[in-house]
């Protein structure tokens, strides 16, 4: 398991996150430059594109790996996660793997049980969790495309920004770009900090997930996050229709065309189980009752009757 975090490391280490504070920044350029439409399409495009990277690529594959798909095809999509400067696949990957190991309990990276900014962008701007957990991500670890993407994960963005300021220059850069990556960190932060604090929990876990379908259009279908918690390895996390789940519908597509594979559901014997009753809600807690274990049949001792007098 990792260390115990000091107080030094859950600091705020601000002369490493200038870059992270500049892109929230730069927009403000945009009141000079002024954005045409196809900036902002550019910028709502490139959320869009780099947020089902986020979610269909580093979470439901590399961290979950509830599909498959070939291994150009996994570096391909790995970059394409790379380029919102989220760091490393390798790194966001095992990281979630230890949210979902030690969910909301001590250890947890992100849990709101240590504050929601924490676990919104704290743990982030942190030196708590600079570091990628080898141990927990072997299975990728063995590429070593992916070992080199994960080293360089600035190479992708940085290699994006350029392209939108050559192609349309300064306000495209500044709304196509960095205001879509400023976006995209709190669209995707929003799952580690409000879908474990707001909406409804339709299945008993031992955490604090929730489904919110207002998360759900944020992130393309992250915000259906008890579900997730509840079944993690299934591609869908929307498990009704009205579940709305641009990812998995991406991933559906990609499936039919032969670039992806073995999507995942849950089966339907396990949606009718560990439902929350009468909207009782566990709030914080952990909420499993433990297992009734039947008592050792022990025989009782043989008491001898006592002597009549
Ligand atoms: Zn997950
Ligand atoms: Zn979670």
């Known amino acids: ?31 000079w430059t002024g954005a045409r439409p196809i900036d902002w399409a550019v910028c709502f495009g490139l959320y869009v594109a780099r947020m089902f990277f986020i979610t269909g690529v580093y979470h439901r594959y590399f961290s979950h790996r509830s599909y498959k798909m070939g291994r150009v095809m996994q570096f391909l999509m790995a970059w394409g996660g790379a380029s919102s400067a989220q760091k490393g696949p390798l790194w966001w990957a095992a990281h979630h793997r230890i949210h979902h190991k030690m969910s909301d309990l001590e250890g947890d990276v992100h849990s709101p049980k240590d504050g929601l900014v924490w676990s919104h962008v ?3 701007i942190s030196n708590a969790h600079d570091d990628t957990h080898w141990d927990k991500i072997k299975d990728f670890a063995k590429y070593p495309e992916l070992v080199w993407l994960n080293k360089y994960h600035l190479v992708p963005p940085i290699v994006l920004g350029f392209v939108t300021y050559f192609v349309g220059g300064s306000s495209m850069l500044l709304c196509g770009f960095f205001l879509s990556t400023a976006l995209l960190y709190h669209g995707t932060f929003c799952i580690n900090s409000l879908a474990h604090i ?27 996050h008890n579900n997730h918690h509840y079944y993690q390895s299934s591609t869908n996390m929307g498990f009704y229709w009205w579940e709305i789940d641009i990812t998995y519908y991406i991933l559906k597509v990609l499936s039919w065309v032969g670039l992806v594979s073995g999507l995942r559901k ?17 709030g914080m807690a ?9 008592a050792p049949s022990i025989p009782a001792p043989s008491i001898p009757a006592p002597a009549a007098e």
């Open 1 to 31: 398991m990792h260390r115990t975090l000091t107080a030094r490391d859950t600091r705020i280490d601000w002369l490493k996150s200038i870059p992270f504070v500049l892109i929230h920044l730069l927009p403000i350029g945009l009141f």
């Open 122 to 124: 704290g743990w982030i």
């Open 198 to 224: 707001w909406g409804k929990r339709r299945f008993v876990t031992t955490d604090t997930s929730r489904n919110s379908l207002l998360c759900a259009l944020i992130t393309l279908g992250e915000g259906w």
């Open 266 to 282: 849950p089966p339907a014997h396990v949606l009718e189980k560990n439902l929350v009753v009468d909207n009782e809600d566990v």
């Open 286 to 294: 952990p909420s499993i009752p433990a297992p009734s274990i039947p």
